[in-house]
Nanobody, 126 residues
Framework: QVQLVESGGGTVQAGDSLRLSCAAS????????MGWFRQAPGKERELVAT???????YYPDSKKGRFTISRDNAKNTVYLQMNSLKPEDTAVYYC????????????????????WGQGTQVTVSS
């Protein structure tokens, strides 16, 4: 079992940057693909970025350019760097872990993720 705890959220102004962190418990962090999702009020949860066990990354087209996901297996932590934030980026951001057999597997759907953090609020003011 993996427990995930996000941190780094807050209220920022449009154009600012923010880095979210997600700390995972347990000794098997390196066996999971990791992802960042977000959910705004009244909207479905959507993928922001995902990273495989071997650190291959994937971003939906709408998220390319301003978001960067990375992982540090020695620290059991995955990060999401967010630049040039916009008011429409306001949402609760969730970290999630997907058990995968292969190092290169990218997990892009919510159903692939077994473990979820409690979320961290990001609010971007105009």
């Amino acid at each position: 079992q993996v427990q995930l705890v996000e941190s780094g959220g807050g209220t920022v102004q449009a154009g600012d940057s923010l880095r979210l962190s997600c700390a995972a418990s347990g000794r098997t962090f390196s066996t999971y693909a990791m992802g960042w999702f977000r959910q705004a009020p009244g909207k479905e949860r959507e993928l922001v970025a995902t990273i495989s066990r071997d650190s291959t990354t994937y971003y939906p087209d709408s998220k390319k350019g301003r978001f960067t996901i990375s992982r540090d297996n020695a620290k059991n932590t995955v990060y999401l760097q967010m630049n040039s934030l916009k008011p429409e980026d306001t949402a609760v951001y969730y970290c999630a872990a997907a058990f995968v057999f292969n190092e290169w597997t990218i997990a892009t759907t919510t159903t692939q993720y077994r473990y979820w953090g409690q979320g961290t609020q990001v609010t971007v003011s105009s």
